[in-house]
């Protein structure tokens, strides 16, 4: 099964509760916007680390993920 930017999507919505999400993606590589208020008070390495956890084994189907993740403050700035 090709995995889509849906999939992607829909993994890590079941893990994290986000503001704002969107992936987009070829199959194997996706890019990722998420905005989360658990991202709040956590470095960059650590924001990152809570995807990966949230992806666990279904990492194993995705090839790379590259992803921007932002507290819902940061993401007001940037509007």
């Known amino acids: 099964m090709k995995v ?3 999939n992607v999507k829909e993994f890590i919505l079941l893990g994290l509760e986000c503001e704002h999400i969107h992936v987009d993606g070829d199959g194997r590589h996706f890019d990722a916007l998420i905005v989360s208020q658990a991202f709040e008070g956590k470095s960059l390495l650590q924001q990152h680390k809570l995807v990966y956890q949230v992806l666990g084994d279904k990492m194993e189907k995705i ?3 590259s992803m921007k993740t932002l507290t819902p ?4 700035a940037s509007a």
Do not use: G
């Not at 403050?73 to 007001?76: D, E, L, P, S």
């Open 73 to 76: 403050t940061q993401w007001a």
């Open 4 to 6: 889509t930017p849906d």
């Open 63 to 65: 090839h790379a993920l």
